[in-house]
């Protein structure tokens, strides 16, 4: 079920009403609302998969509890082994089976030896990458008793698979979430105010931002041999915006959606194109996710405490399985490496933590010093996209090849150009409005604040009327859905 479709769009407000009355102030009553609903959510997609999150939500609950009474140091250390091996065993075969039996094959054909095996047809159950890691968490914690395993399966179950961060994050911690289905809940107005606005501006950020920067982004990648090096280099600027509006807009409906039952998830996005170098915008980009990586992985291997000879090889391990978490393709590893060679620079000369406030703070507009820093930040992010959305490597060598070509200072040509205009034009009004809001949780946070209560629903109303606008017969599903 997707969050732009009908089919979500009835669905919410049937479980909102059954939430809040039926089982208002009965915690049990919620919590297992919310198990059935999830369920339906995701089983809306394929109900054959429910069972992979049952058996995760089984295995890890009930090596949580043995967990609890076993002190044996090694004993623990198993069932610790026995939930990685479980969760990374479903997301290894569904994810990466193929990729690497392809590159098994590829290498003894290299050396002249021929294997004939098949690859398989498999399904990727969506969100699997996600629920996985928010599960892992839950043992990983309990293991390192920095949280106390639940008794409570029903509580469990909607932590792992509670629908609005189920298929796409963010990847929440047991120790942030997990706690929250223990509390009573109450219907606050001005909570669920703020996620209904919330909800509205991710909304904005995927119909009328993401999805038509995707009808250009789209062709120009597809066809890339056929345009100019300027065209190439608006494709890779608007696929940029795409995935941004995209996947922070889910983020956006995702926290909204979780505020209108009482929830509060964390911030997934922190305006990341506003960063004036790589390290800080891999603070504020999928935070939910490289926080995960630096506290389960990257600290674990010491992190940058060692020599020079640690620091690089940790920092090349964290991004390089961060882009293999994205996908079995060598694009997404090329695309962790490629970030990892802007990011090390930073670390080895102790500059990776000088930009932590958010950039002209209680300024209305940059100085120049900040303004290049973004630009310069902005376009290596940009660069590093190609490898991200390219087919292959050789696609994205190809796409960077026609970049670098004379064209590059010709006019850019594509089809659709009066309607590029008008993207242009609602690229712009976007930053405009991204800036503005860049120390609040989400761009329009503030706009709740606005006195004038003509003012605060014209502005919703003008949101509204461009989501109505741009509003496609068929929903185009999000991009980390794959993922």
């Known amino acids: 079920m997707l969050f732009n479709s009908i089919d979500f769009a009835i669905f919410l407000p049937i479980v909102f009403i059954l939430y809040w009355s039926i089982s208002n102030k009965n915690l049990k009553w919620q919590n297992s609302l919310i198990v059935l609903a999830s369920y339906l959510f995701y089983g809306w997609w394929d109900w054959r998969f429910l069972s992979l999150i049952l058996f995760s939500t089984l295995v890890d609950y009930t090596v949580g509890r043995m967990l609890k009474i076993e002190e044996n140091q090694t004993k623990r250390k198993a069932l610790l082994w026995v939930s990685l091996i479980v969760n990374l065993g479903f997301l290894g075969f569904f994810k990466y089976y193929n990729f690497f039996l392809d590159n098994f094959i590829s290498a003894f054909s290299f050396f002249g030896t021929q294997i004939n095996v098949s690859s398989l047809n498999i399904i990727l159950p969506v969100g699997i990458s996600f629920y996985t890691f928010q599960t892992m968490s839950y043992t990983i914690d309990v293991y390192k008793r920095k949280l106390e395993p639940t008794t409570d399966f029903i509580a469990f179950s909607a932590f792992v698979s509670f629908f609005p961060q189920l298929v796409a994050g963010p990847i929440e911690r047991a120790t942030n979430l997990l706690p929250q289905f223990f509390k009573k809940r109450s219907f606050n107005y001005s909570e669920a105010v703020d996620g209904m606005r919330q909800i509205l501006w991710g909304l904005f950020k995927k119909i009328v931002i993401a999805d038509n920067c995707a009808r250009f982004a789209d062709v120009i990648f597809n066809n890339s041999a056929d345009y100019s ?36 998830l964390m911030q997934n996005f922190n305006f990341p194109y506003f960063s004036r170098d790589i390290a800080e915008f891999w603070r504020r980009w999928h935070i939910s996710l490289s926080t995960w990586f630096r506290d389960y992985l990257y600290i674990p291997l010491g992190g940058s405490r060692g020599g020079m000879g640690m620091k690089i090889r940790n920092t090349f391990i964290i ?13 997404f590893i090329a695309w962790g490496a490629l970030n990892a060679i802007f990011f090390l620079p930073l670390l080895l000369t102790k500059n990776n933590r000088n930009n932590i406030k958010p950039v002209a703070e209680g300024k209305t507009f940059p ?43 010709s006019i850019p040509e594509f089809e659709g150009r009066g309607h590029s205009i008008v993207v242009i034009l609602l690229l712009v009004i976007f930053v405009l409005i991204e800036w503005n809001g860049r120390e609040g949780q989400y761009a329009i946070a503030n706009l709740g604040h606005k006195r004038i209560r003509a003012i605060r629903w014209s502005y919703y109303a003008l949101i509204i009327f461009a989501i109505g606008m741009f509003m496609p017969s068929v929903e185009s599903p999000f991009i980390y859905f794959q993922f």
């Open 319 to 331: 991004f390089i399985v961060s882009g293999f978490w994205h996908g079995a393709n060598w694009t």
């Open 367 to 409: 100085n120049l010093k900040e303004l290049s820093s973004m630009l310069i930040t902005f376009g290596l992010i940009v660069f590093a996209w190609i490898f991200f959305r390219a087919n292959n490597i050789e696609h994205a060598i190809s796409y960077i090849s026609g970049i670098l070509s004379p064209s590059l200072f």
């Open 229 to 264: 090096g300027s065209t190439l280099i608006v494709g890779a600027v608007l696929f940029s915006f795409q995935i941004y509006g995209d996947f922070s807009g889910y983020s956006d409906i995702a926290i909204g959606t979780s505020r209108l039952f009482g929830f509060n």
